[in-house]
């Protein structure tokens, strides 16, 4: 079985534009987390899912973010509207219900110029 | 509000030598999971170890072992005889209730072995 994919690895984007970032978990993984890592700092959590169900949104997702899990299994992440503060290494992670260890993808580093 | 304090950033150690990471953690609930991971220079998180807050047993694999003290809320981690591979950033982080729950990490602490 694979680990949790991300693509892409690498989006450079100019401020104002949308990006989105889809996140493949490892199969039959029930949770899916996304968090956000800069520079010298550790990952901060965005948002996650239990299947096709969104449980809990960080106060750090503004309105211009969303993210979707339709069928339970792959995710995106949106953002809209790009500004520069958004350049982070936008992190994927899934787990069992049953198994709370978290496996995590390579990440998305965004770049906003 | 949970948190998690790892107050090294960086430390540099002679292949070798044993090195201990600490981390120190708040939480109110009494049930909770400790975990470390691992960010090597390819940048991809890798999961370590899993801790749950009834726990207290030492654990050790192979060169690594992990201190866990409630009565402190420490979850230090050693490495012994280190080698160049062990350079990263490590992290510590706290989940709460099952432990399926987002992470909270901390800022880490970055190690670099020198040959």
């Known amino acids: 079985d694979t680990g949790v994919s991300q693509n892409p690895r690498h989006k450079i984007t100019k401020r104002g534009q949308n990006v989105t970032f889809r996140c493949d978990p490892i199969?039959?993984?029930?949770?899916l987390y996304w968090y956000r890592q800069t520079l010298g700092q550790g990952p901060e959590f965005l948002t996650y899912?239990?299947?096709?169900?969104?449980?809990?949104k960080s106060r750090l997702l503004s309105d211009r973010f969303s993210a979707e899990r339709p069928k339970g299994s792959f995710s995106t992440l949106e953002i809209q509207r790009t500004e520069q503060g958004d350049s982070a290494m936008y992190l994927c992670a899934s787990s069992l219900l049953s198994h709370n260890e978290q496996y995590f993808g390579p990440g998305t580093r965004l770049t906003v110029t | 509000a949970q948190k998690v304090t790892q107050a090294q950033t960086e430390i540099s150690v002679v292949e070798k030598e044993d090195v201990t990471l600490d981390c120190v953690y708040e939480?109110?609930?009494?049930?909770?999971?400790l975990f470390w991971y691992k960010q090597p220079p390819s940048g991809e998180l890798v999961f370590l170890i899993r801790r749950n807050s009834f726990d207290e047993q030492n654990e050790i694999s192979g060169r690594y072992s992990w201190n866990f003290q409630k009565s402190t809320s420490s979850f230090n981690f050693t490495i012994t005889a280190s080698q160049v591979v062990d350079s990263a950033v490590y992290f510590c982080a706290l989940s709460e209730d099952s432990g399926n729950t987002p992470l909270v990490f901390g800022k880490g602490t970055r190690l670099s072995v020198i040959a």
């Open positions: 899912f239990q299947n096709e169900a969104q449980l809990e």
């Open positions: 939480t109110r609930d009494t049930t909770y999971y």
């Open positions: 199969s039959e993984h029930n949770r």
